[in-house]
């Protein structure tokens, strides 16, 4: 049987298959996504997965966390898209960043009616030798693409690519991706997510 302890101090209702995705609290401070909730999120995910007696194969996840690391959410990422149940995101707050690209690994994605999502190009810092900034810069082009990718995989089959582009293709929406992250954080609210391919339900 779940208990409080339960939700408040793992993140987790086993009885009905909730997982709470949030950040931990560093003395008022949003640390966003980071190995902590990677961590957490990993064992919960996994420990739901084992619970086998269950006739309903369901997964909820109750996000309400702001960005944070790339490796931390795409560990978080891989482990939704691995899961071989349906999984729901029910959004609260916000999907940007990082949590938006989660928002995306999940099956069917509930964005709360006061909720926003924002995606752009992620921050870089680089530091020591020169060959070690190279090798970095070249790690952030890699994983931008991969962002990339993700977005543009769910805006192709969206109701605003159809609408404006009839028969879409990747590289019009890449472009048109490209163009407005370059711009810099790109804001949607309400039915903007859903029109735009990025969550399937405004929850009023």
């Known amino acids: 049987m779940t208990t409080l302890h339960d939700i408040h101090d793992h993140s987790i209702d086993v009885e009905n298959r ?8 560093d003395a ?11 961590n957490v999120f990993l064992k919960n995910i996994h420990h739901l997965g084992r ?16 960005g944070g690391e790339w490796s931390a959410g795409m560990a978080i990422y891989d482990a939704i898209v691995a899961c071989p149940w349906h999984v ?15 928002l995306q ?3 069917h994605r509930v964005i709360n009616k006061h909720a926003y999502f924002m995606c752009h190009y992620g921050s ?10 190279i090798a970095s810069a070249n790690w952030n082009k890699v994983v931008t693409e991969q962002m990339c990718a993700i977005y543009r995989d769910r805006m192709i089959k969206s ?21 407005k992250l370059k711009d810099g954080d790109w804001y ?4 903007e997510i859903v029109n735009h391919g990025f969550a399937d339900e405004v929850f009023a």
Not at 18 to 25: A, D, E, G, K, P
Not at 28 to 38: I, K, L, M, T, W
Not at 57 to 65: F, G, L, S, T, Y
Request: net charge negative; with cysteine; glycine share 6%.
């Open 124 to 133: 870089a810092f680089h530091d020591g030798t020169v060959p070690d900034m």
């Open 159 to 179: 109701k605003w690519a159809i609408d404006k582009y009839g028969t879409p293709t990747e590289r019009q929406v890449r472009m048109f991706l490209n163009k």
């Open 88 to 102: 729901t995101i029910n959004t609260h707050a916000q999907a940007e960043s990082m949590s938006s690209i989660i």
């Open 105 to 107: 690994a999940a099956n």
């Open 51 to 66: 619970n086998t007696a269950k006739s309903d194969k369901k997964i909820v996840i109750e996000m309400n966390i702001v």
């Open 28 to 38: 008022g401070e949003d640390c966003g996504v980071d190995h902590r909730v990677a």
């Open 188 to 191: 949607l609210f309400g039915d």
């Open 18 to 25: 909730v997982i709470y995705l949030q950040s931990f609290n």
